[in-house]
């Protein structure tokens, strides 16, 4: 039973939905007139590029043997999907979320590219480190920065973030997809781009 619950928690806070989840509690706290049409263009533009697209390209990989599951459990797996994800996210900022449009979205989706680039290079070196945390850390940073830009008092979502980190910390764990240094790796580059990038938009 509780071998299912914690292998349920690493599938449903996969790495995939993180960057949604960021635009969309953007969206829901700016403090910025944004038309209506135009909030609908940006989720469903972002929603196919980070969410479907992978999906598909993932299935694609696996039709070609190139991966074995969503997790990508091991280390050579990662390469092909990271390089591929960093191509996405470069079309995202050049094309979806420009510095000219919504500036904090631009550094939130620039973060997310230098943790990914970050996670490729460790990939390359056959370091596995915790996109699962990498994911979580960078949203949770970018949440923290937004309560502070828009002056709201968001303790409640961070502590659930920090309970939900934890939870699937201990899935990882558990399911042996990680060590402890991969996961505290992990959290590290998810972390520490948001935190530097808060400089040029907070």
Not at 33 to 41: K, S, T, W
Not at 104 to 113: D, K, P, S, T
Not at 120 to 130: C, E, G, R, T, Y
Request: hydrophobic letters at 55%; aromatic letters at 12%.
């Amino acid at each position: 039973m509780t071998h299912h619950i914690l292998k349920s928690i690493s599938f449903i806070f996969h790495p995939i939905i993180m960057p949604m989840i960021g635009v969309l509690f953007y969206f829901s706290k700016t403090r910025r007139f944004i038309p209506d049409e135009i909030i609908y263009a940006k989720l469903v533009s972002i929603s196919i590029l980070t969410i479907l697209l992978p999906i598909l390209l993932y299935f694609l990989l696996k039709t070609l043997n190139k991966a074995e599951s969503i997790y990508l459990k091991n280390v050579k797996e990662r390469i092909i999907p990271l390089c591929l994800n960093c191509i996405i996210v470069l079309l995202i900022i050049n094309r979806v979320l420009p510095i000219s449009e919504i500036i904090e979205l631009y550094y939130f989706f620039l973060g997310i590219l230098i943790s990914t680039i970050t996670c490729l290079v460790l990939a390359i070196f056959q370091f596995k480190a915790s996109i699962h945390m990498m994911g979580l850390a960078g949203v949770t940073m970018f949440f923290f920065a937004l309560s502070l830009y828009f002056s709201i008092n968001i303790n409640g979502t961070l502590a659930l973030l920090a309970v939900i980190t934890g939870a699937v910390a201990t899935s990882r764990l558990h399911l042996k997809a990680h060590t402890y240094p991969e996961l505290l790796v992990g959290l590290f580059i998810g972390f520490m781009p948001q935190l530097l990038l808060i400089n040029y938009w907070l």
